[in-house]
């Protein structure tokens, strides 16, 4: 028997949930009565009712975010149903704001919003000790950071082997963008650094190589961020991946000389640019030095080894097709390694809500919440960029076709329009936009390249061929055996480095 069950459904089995190791780590005398169950969002509600209930606790809390949101709510019903005496508490972002509003909330005994970590532990004990709190809605106080407990024991040994390990040296934002709940936040906190780095210190003695940090502003404060880099840098170890999402236009010049230092394959900078255009950033309160970023994407480019992903996102207010093509095109001209195109959200609680009226926003009411249409993208135009965005992962960012991709939009005056016509063209053939076997995929590039962009089928065949093996096979695709092709042996190194994380970037840079 469990008093205190922790559970969430993360979105995939590699993704580690943080959150819950926290509330694990803070029980204090009740850690000894808490059991923490993860899942993901692929398995059936029934059967993780089965398995919580299995263990006959008095409290189940569940960790509730944007990819779970469907799943979770079937299961919190279930849950209530076969047990209803049993004691539910939720917490995290999606039930965090706009509280009463979400369909999981209506099966809860409680509802912890903001940042849980201690409030939970309270919470629980005054259950298990007849005092149950009065109110179903709490709200948690912003925990005193240098008092937390930190969670990385918590990662098993197993965990260690196979997922990312998400860490943090800091929480909170200091911007105040409208799509983002950060930006609700008031201040950054950085947690105490000796104390973090000294986890760092036990999980590497352990053999952690994945480090995934959640600071949603790593280089803000470049000590920090300096201290941290310098850190690894004298730890360096065969497999380590380390991944920062920074803010593009602040990169002084230590910060650069660091990274320079760091070989291929180890550090991912995820840059957030959103928008080029100055008047849909003032617009959403994006404030940004464009030109600085830019030179700063540069410098990466060429004097690092770093993996940069880079994101834009479509159906701000104000913003066009022909204004996002526009961005597109100067984002891709910086040579990033991967563009994430993302649809706008509407995330409860954020800002966005506000331009609502003034640019006749309409959502999705189902998570993700993604925009349906605006004044200025109708639901048609919408649709083409989600299926622009499918296809540029599969075949720009995946790493797959390094040298194929950019010969669907060389010589065009828009790489953005350029490639918007291969993914309508591969839509058309697929009758989707997923779920697409990458030796099906690399013959409808072939296909596209040579009948209808009108290529010579004979250069265009090496290079694909030298794409489909970098990825480490040695087989010969039927569309190109009729070329008289001389396969090569590939490079394992290359191809699969050592890590889940790094396996994409590693075909990238082959």
Same mark, same amino acid.
């Given at each position: 028997?469990?008093?205190?069950?922790?559970?969430?459904?993360?979105?995939?089995?590699?993704?580690?949930?943080?959150?819950?190791?926290?509330?694990?780590?803070?029980?204090?005398?009740?850690?000894?009565?808490?059991?923490?169950?993860?899942?993901?969002?692929?398995?059936?509600?029934?059967?993780?009712?089965?398995?919580?209930?299995?263990?006959?606790?008095?409290?189940?809390?569940?960790?509730?975010?944007?990819?779970?949101?469907?799943?979770?709510?079937?299961?919190?019903?279930?849950?209530?149903?076969?047990?209803?005496?049993?004691?539910?508490?939720?917490?995290?972002?999606?039930?965090?704001?706009?509280?009463?509003?979400?369909?999981?909330?209506?099966?809860?005994?409680?509802?912890?919003?903001?940042?849980?970590?201690?409030?939970?532990?309270?919470?629980?004990?005054?259950?298990?000790?007849? +005092?149950?709190?009065?109110?179903?809605?709490?709200?948690?106080?912003?925990?005193?950071?240098?008092?937390?407990?930190?969670?990385?024991?918590?990662?098993?040994?197993?965990?260690?082997?196979?997922?990312?390990?998400?860490?943090?040296?800091?929480?909170?934002?200091?911007?105040?963008?409208?799509?983002?709940?950060?930006?609700?936040?008031?201040?950054?906190?950085?947690?105490?650094?000796?104390?973090?780095?000294?986890?760092?210190?036990?999980?590497?003695?352990?053999?952690?190589?994945?480090?995934?940090?959640?600071?949603?502003?790593?280089?803000?404060?470049?000590?920090?961020?300096?201290?941290?880099?310098?850190?690894?840098?004298?730890?360096?170890?065969?497999?380590?991946?380390?991944?920062?999402?920074?803010?593009?236009?602040?990169?002084?010049?230590?910060?650069?000389?660091?990274?320079?230092?760091?070989?291929?394959?180890?550090?991912?900078?995820?840059?957030?640019?959103?928008?080029?255009?100055?008047?849909?950033?003032?617009?959403? +309160?994006?404030?940004?030095?464009?030109?600085?970023?830019?030179?700063?994407?540069?410098?990466?480019?060429?004097?690092?080894?770093?993996?940069?992903?880079?994101?834009?996102?479509?159906?701000?207010?104000?913003?066009?097709?022909?204004?996002?093509?526009?961005?597109?095109?100067?984002?891709?001209?910086?040579?990033?390694?991967?563009?994430?195109?993302?649809?706008?959200?509407?995330?409860?609680?954020?800002?966005?809500?506000? +331009?609502?009226?003034?640019?006749?926003?309409?959502?999705?009411?189902?998570?993700?919440?993604?925009?349906?249409?605006?004044?200025?993208?109708?639901?048609?135009?919408?649709?083409?960029?989600?299926?622009?965005?499918?296809?540029?992962?599969?075949?720009?960012?995946?790493?797959?076709?390094?040298?194929?991709?950019?010969?669907?939009?060389?010589?065009?005056?828009?790489?953005?329009?350029?490639?918007?016509?291969?993914?309508?063209?591969?839509?058309?053939?697929?009758?989707?936009?997923?779920?697409?076997?990458?030796?099906?995929?690399?013959?409808?590039?072939?296909?596209?390249?040579?009948?209808?962009?009108?290529?010579?089928?004979?250069?265009?065949?090496?290079?694909?061929?030298?794409?489909?093996?970098?990825?480490?096979?040695?087989?010969?695709?039927?569309?190109?055996?009729?070329?008289?092709?001389?396969?090569?042996?590939?490079?394992?190194?290359?191809?699969?480095?050592?890590?889940?994380?790094?396996?994409?970037?590693?075909? +990238?840079?082959?």
């Amino acid at each position: 028997m469990t008093d205190i069950l922790l559970g969430t459904l993360n979105a995939k089995f590699i993704h580690a949930s943080l959150g819950l190791r926290y509330l694990m780590a803070n029980l204090g005398p009740l850690s000894d009565r808490a059991r923490m169950l993860e899942f993901d969002i692929a398995q059936r509600p029934m059967e993780m009712a089965e398995a919580l209930l299995a263990e006959s606790p008095k409290i189940i809390g569940l960790g509730v975010y944007i990819w779970n949101t469907p799943v979770i709510t079937e299961l919190v019903a279930l849950l209530k149903r076969i047990r209803p005496d049993v004691i539910l508490i939720l917490g995290g972002p999606e039930v965090s704001h706009e509280t009463e509003s979400h369909p999981a909330v209506r099966w809860a005994d409680y509802v912890i919003t903001g940042e849980a970590d201690l409030a939970f532990a309270e919470v629980c004990q005054q259950c298990l000790y007849g +005092h149950p709190p009065v109110e179903k809605i709490i709200h948690a106080p912003l925990p005193d950071l240098a008092s937390l407990t930190l969670p990385y024991t918590l990662y098993s040994d197993s965990d260690i082997r196979s997922r990312l390990l998400y860490v943090e040296a800091s929480r909170g934002c200091p911007f105040s963008c409208d799509f983002c709940l950060s930006s609700l936040d008031d201040a950054v906190r950085p947690f105490p650094l000796e104390r973090v780095l000294a986890e760092f210190d036990r999980l590497l003695e352990r053999g952690a190589t994945q480090f995934k940090f959640v600071d949603r502003t790593f280089n803000l404060n470049p000590a920090i961020s300096q201290a941290i880099l310098e850190y690894f840098l004298e730890r360096m170890r065969p497999g380590l991946f380390l991944h920062f999402e920074i803010v593009p236009d602040r990169l002084p010049e230590p910060l650069r000389q660091l990274i320079a230092r760091f070989p291929g394959g180890t550090i991912q900078l995820e840059a957030g640019i959103q928008t080029f255009n100055p008047e849909v950033a003032a617009r959403i +309160h994006r404030l940004q030095d464009l030109p600085q970023a830019e030179a700063n994407l540069r410098y990466l480019r060429a004097h690092t080894h770093a993996h940069i992903h880079a994101d834009l996102i479509a159906g701000l207010p104000g913003e066009t097709l022909e204004s996002f093509a526009v961005g597109f095109d100067r984002l891709l001209a910086l040579q990033p390694q991967e563009i994430q195109v993302g649809i706008l959200k509407r995330l409860h609680g954020a800002p966005i809500a506000n +331009h609502d009226a003034e640019w006749e926003m309409v959502y999705n009411p189902h998570p993700p919440y993604e925009i349906l249409r605006n004044n200025r993208l109708d639901f048609a135009t919408l649709q083409r960029i989600r299926r622009f965005a499918r296809a540029w992962d599969l075949v720009a960012n995946s790493g797959q076709f390094v040298e194929t991709a950019p010969m669907l939009w060389q010589g065009a005056p828009s790489a953005f329009h350029a490639f918007m016509e291969f993914a309508e063209w591969l839509y058309n053939q697929a009758g989707r936009g997923h779920s697409i076997a990458l030796l099906r995929l690399a013959q409808w590039v072939f296909e596209y390249l040579t009948r209808v962009k009108g290529l010579d089928p004979q250069s265009v065949a090496p290079a694909q061929l030298r794409d489909y093996q970098r990825g480490g096979r040695s087989d010969m695709p039927v569309f190109l055996r009729t070329f008289n092709l001389e396969t090569t042996v590939p490079n394992p190194k290359s191809a699969e480095k050592t890590g889940v994380a790094s396996r994409r970037q590693a075909r +990238h840079q082959a």
